[in-house]
C-alpha cells in the first residue's frame, strides 16, 4: 500500500485477554518500530527490526509483550494477559533503510487499545 | 540517555502569524531530527528531517533550523493557517542505538 497500515484501529479488550496488534508497512522499507503512546504522554519505544538482524527489544516494558516480523515485512505485537496500564495508542512505522540511514520515518494511524 | 523537551506545551496565535516552536535535546551526539505534526486521533505525519551536518531545512512555510551543539531545533511556521492547528512532535535520532527519542509535543491553534 501507499502508507503503513495498522490494524484493528481500536480494539477494547477486557483485562487479562490476549491482544494481537498488526503493522503492515511500506512495501521494501526494511526497517521496522513499534512505539506506544499514552494519554498526555511522549512516544515510548518499544522495539525496532532491521531486515534479517536480531530486534532491538530494548523498550518493551515487560515480557507480557512479544513482538515478530515475518518474511521482513508483516510486523504482530502481542500483548498477553493485557492490564489497564496497556491502554494507549500503539503506532508503528517504517523506514527505506535502518536506523543509521539519514531515512525518513513513516507512521500509520495507530492502533488505540483500551483495556476495561 | 537522551532527553528532549518542547516549549512551549501549547500555543495559541491568530491567523495569518509567524510563529517559532522549541524543541532542545541533552546529548548533542545525534544523527538527525525530525519535525511531525499529529492531528488530533491521527498518527505522526514527517514535516522535515534535518541531517546533524546540516543547519536548516525548509518545505513550503515551513522552515527547521538545527544547532547542534547547543542542543536545539527550531521550527518556523509563517502566514499561520487555521489548517496548521495540530500538535507538532520533535524526534533525535542518536548517533548511537536504534530508536528515536520525542518530546511531549507543542499542541498549536491557529485562531481564525
Known amino acids: 500500500g501507499a502508507g503503513v497500515s495498522q490494524s484493528p484501529s481500536n480494539k477494547v479488550t477486557e483485562k487479562g485477554k490476549d491482544v494481537e496488534l498488526r503493522c503492515d508497512p511500506i512495501?521494501?522499507?526494511?526497517?521496522l518500530y513499534w512505539y506506544r503512546q499514552s494519554l498526555g504522554q511522549g512516544l515510548e519505544f518499544l522495539i525496532y527490526f532491521q531486515g534479517n538482524s536480531a530486534p532491538d527489544k530494548s523498550g518493551l516494558p515487560s515480557d507480557r509483550f512479544s513482538a515478530e516480523r515475518t518474511g521482513g515485512s508483516v510486523s504482530t505485537l502481542t500483548i498477553q494477559r493485557t492490564q489497564q496500564e496497556d491502554s494507549a495508542v500503539y503506532l508503528c512505522a517504517s523506514s527505506l533503510q535502518g536506523a543509521h540511514s539519514g531515512n525518513t520515518i513513516y507512521f500509520g494511524e495507530g492502533s488505540w487499545l483500551t483495556v476495561v | 540517555k537522551q532527553e528532549v523537551t518542547q516549549i512551549p506545551a501549547a500555543l495559541s496565535v491568530p491567523e495569518g502569524e509567524n510563529l517559532v516552536l522549541n524543541c532542545s535535546f541533552t546529548d548533542s551526539a545525534i544523527y538527525n531530527l525530525q519535525w511531525f505534526r499529529q492531528d488530533p486521533g491521527k498518527g505522526l505525519t514527517s514535516l522535515l528531517l534535518?541531517?546533524?551536518?546540516?543547519r536548516e531545512q525548509t518545505s513550503g512555510r515551513l522552515n527547521a533550523s538545527l544547532d547542534k551543539s547547543s542542543g536545539r531545533s527550531t521550527l518556523y511556521i509563517a502566514a499561520s493557517q487555521p489548517g496548521d492547528s495540530a500538535t507538532y512532535l520533535c524526534?533525535?535520532?542518536?548517533?548511537?542505538?536504534?530508536?528515536?527519542?520525542f518530546g511531549t509535543g507543542t499542541s498549536l491553534t491557529v485562531i481564525p
Open positions: 512495501s521494501g522499507h526494511t526497517a
Open positions: 524526534a533525535v535520532r542518536p548517533i548511537a542505538g536504534n530508536q528515536f527519542y
Open positions: 534535518i541531517q546533524s551536518s546540516q
